[in-house]
């Protein structure tokens, strides 16, 4: 499986950005995705998955901020984040899910800074 993120950039608290990870090699529609974060000195960590369905899922921390979305005909899922806080700052990665096995493939990621 080949993950590319992208849409990444910095911005100042309260603003606005939207993350793209294109996917190929697997069968899309059939995957679960998330999308990960891992800050400097931090382990990385869950933000929001969505299930093959369209069913989304939030951790707390992005909950009422950030939207997941996917488009099955672009192999592609979303990450919107909004009012975003110096504590969103990392670099987001995005992973594919099969039942309850994640993928170990991580792709690049793309980085997040947010000035206060």
């Known amino acids: 499986v080949q993950l590319q993120a992208s849409g990444g950039g910095t911005v100042q608290a309260g603003g606005s950005l939207r993350l793209s990870c294109a996917v190929s090699g697997i069968i899309f529609r059939s995957f679960a995705m998330g999308w990960y974060r891992q800050a400097p000195g931090r382990q990385r960590e869950l933000v929001a998955t969505i299930s093959s369905g369209g069913s989304p899922f939030y951790v707390d921390s992005v909950k009422g901020r950030f939207t997941i979305s996917r488009d099955n005909s672009k192999n592609t899922v979303y990450l919107q984040m909004s009012s975003l806080r110096p504590e969103d700052t990392a670099t987001y990665y995005c992973?594919?899910?099969?039942?309850?096995?994640?993928?170990?493939?991580w792709g690049q990621g793309t980085q997040v800074t947010v000035s206060s």
């Open positions: 992973r594919s899910r099969w039942g309850s096995s994640w993928s170990d493939h």
